[in-house]
């Protein structure tokens, strides 16, 4: 999947979980709760969301990897990329 398929999906689980927040408004490199009204329930939303709609597991360790659509992308492209390569057949 290409990286700016992985981020227009973040956006929209964002502004899904968060409708007060412009899409066009955001910056991949700062963190979301320095931008905008983006509290720990949100940021929990924000994972399970990511979880369930890119199929991947995300540890709870891994949370501050998500403080950010650019590192929120990294993140989900290293994921993706990882259990592609574990997949039977690769």
Known sequence: MEPQEISSRLLALLTAIAPDI?????????????Q????????LHFA?????EFGIDIDERDA???S????A????????ASRALSAPGT
Do not use: W
Not at 48 to 52: F, P
Not at 73 to 80: D, F, S
């Open 22 to 34: 412009d899409a066009a408004a955001v910056d991949p490199n700062r963190d979301l709760r320095d």
């Open 36 to 43: 905008f009204d983006f509290d720990s329930m949100d940021a």
């Open 48 to 52: 399970t969301a990511i979880s369930k």
């Open 64 to 66: 501050a990897q998500l």
């Open 68 to 71: 950010a659509i650019g590192k």
């Open 73 to 80: 992308g990294q993140y989900v492209a290293a994921k993706l």
